[in-house]
C-alpha cells in the first residue's frame, strides 16, 4: 500500500508548532520569526512535505509563475516565431539572462515560463495570459526600440520589469548597464596600449545601448587626440562581426585597434583578422563588450567590457517580486556599472 504524502498536520507536529503558523512559513508571510521559520523548513525538509500548490495559490492568490518574456519589433514584415526563438537562443547573452532569473526565482518556489512575443498576436498573448492570472508579472527582454510591448503592459497596469532602459519612456522598472562608460574603458585600453589607428564595429544603431557604447568610445577618443573613428555597423552576431571588419579592413588597411560592441563580433573580427594574416594583439588589439563565455573560447581569449548580465537579470526579478508583493509602487531604475576584463586579445 503506498505511503501517504505528508500534510501540515504532519509538519507542525514534528516542528512543535500550530498548524496555522506552518501555513504562514509555506505561504510566504513575512510576521513569522526567523527562528520558527527555520524549525518549519527543517521539519519541511524531514517529512518531505511537499505544498499544494493549487491550494497555496487559493490563499495567496498568486501563480507563483512569472512570465519571461523575449520580446521583437512587431512592424512590418516579422519573422516567424521558429525563427526567431533560433536567433535568440544562438545569442549567449539570453542564456545568461535565464541563469540570473532562475537563480533569483527558485529557492522561492517561483518558476519561469518562457514566452515569445514577436508578432501582434504573440503580444496579445501575453497581455491575455497576464491578465488571466496565469502569471504574476511580466521580465521582459526587448530585442528592438520600436518595441510596442512595455507601452501595452504599463498601459495595461501590469507588474513588469525590462531589462534596458525603454524607447520611449514608459512608468516601468528597468535593469540597465551605464553602456556609454563601457564605450570609454575600451577606447582608454586601446589608448593605453598605444594604439593610433582606432575603429570600431558598432552594434545596430538603432539600439539605444549600441548608440550609448559608440558615442562613449568616440568621446574618449576624441579626448585622445583622435577626432575620427571609422565606423562598422554590425549586427550583434557572428557573421556580421566578420561583415563589418571586412569593410574595415577594404577602407582602413592600416588598422591597429578595433572595439567591437559585444563578444560575438569581436570573435567576429578575431577570426577575420587571422584569415587576413593579421596577429591579435600585435598587429590589431581586439576588445569586446559583454565579458560572455565567448570571451574566454576565442582564441586569444578576448578583452572585453563586462556586462554583469546573471546580476542585472536576478535584479530584474527581486525588482518584479517586490512589484507584485505590493512593497514596491513606483518605477525605479537600477543602473550598474561596467567592468574591463583584460585578457589577451588587447
Do not use: K, W
Request: a neutral charge.
Amino acid at each position: 500500500m503506498s505511503r501517504q504524502a505528508p500534510t501540515l498536520e504532519d509538519v507542525a507536529r514534528e516542528a512543535g508548532v500550530s498548524r496555522a503558523t506552518v501555513s504562514r512559513v509555506v505561504n510566504g508571510v513575512r510576521n513569522v520569526d526567523p527562528a520558527i521559520q527555520e524549525q518549519v523548513q527543517r521539519a519541511i525538509e524531514r517529512t518531505g512535505y511537499a505544498p499544494n500548490r493549487a491550494a497555496r495559490s487559493l490563499v495567496t492568490r498568486r501563480a507563483e509563475t512569472i512570465a519571461l518574456v523575449v520580446s521583437g519589433a512587431g512592424g512590418g514584415l516579422e519573422e516567424s516565431q521558429e525563427a526567431f526563438a533560433a536567433r535568440v537562443f544562438a545569442d549567449p547573452f539570453f542564456g545568461r539572462v535565464v541563469a540570473g532569473v532562475v537563480g533569483f526565482l527558485r529557492p522561492r518556489s517561483m518558476h519561469p515560463v518562457l514566452m515569445f512575443a514577436e508578432s501582434a498576436d504573440d503580444r496579445h498573448e501575453v497581455l491575455t495570459y497576464l491578465r488571466q492570472g496565469r502569471a504574476d508579472g511580466a521580465l521582459v527582454v526587448s530585442t528592438h526600440p520600436d518595441d510596442p510591448l512595455p507601452t501595452l503592459l504599463a498601459a495595461a497596469h501590469l507588474p513588469t520589469v525590462l531589462f534596458a532602459r525603454p524607447t520611449p519612456a514608459v512608468p516601468l522598472s528597468y535593469v540597465d548597464l551605464d553602456h556609454r562608460d563601457g564605450g570609454r574603458l575600451a577606447a582608454r585600453r586601446l589608448l593605453e596600449r598605444g594604439c593610433r589607428r582606432p575603429a570600431t564595429v558598432a552594434g545596430p544603431l538603432a539600439v539605444p545601448a549600441s548608440q550609448e557604447r559608440l558615442a562613449g568610445f568616440r568621446d574618449t577618443m576624441a579626448r585622445g587626440g583622435h577626432p575620427y573613428v571609422p565606423v562598422a555597423e554590425g549586427g550583434f552576431t557572428l557573421a556580421s562581426g566578420i561583415a563589418a571588419m571586412t569593410r574595415l579592413l577594404a577602407e582602413h588597411p592600416d588598422v591597429d585597434g578595433v572595439f567591437a560592441a559585444n563578444d560575438l563580433m569581436a570573435q567576429g573580427v578575431c577570426q577575420l583578422l587571422r584569415e587576413r594574416g593579421r596577429r591579435v594583439p600585435d598587429d590589431v588589439a581586439v576588445i569586446g563588450f559583454d565579458d560572455s563565455g565567448i570571451a574566454l573560447s576565442c582564441r586569444p581569449p578576448l578583452t572585453t567590457v563586462r556586462q554583469p548580465v546573471e546580476q542585472m537579470a536576478a535584479e530584474m526579478a527581486r525588482l518584479l517580486d517586490q512589484h507584485i508583493r505590493g512593497e514596491r509602487t513606483e518605477a525605479t531604475s537600477v543602473v550598474f556599472d561596467p567592468e574591463l576584463v583584460i585578457r589577451e586579445t588587447a
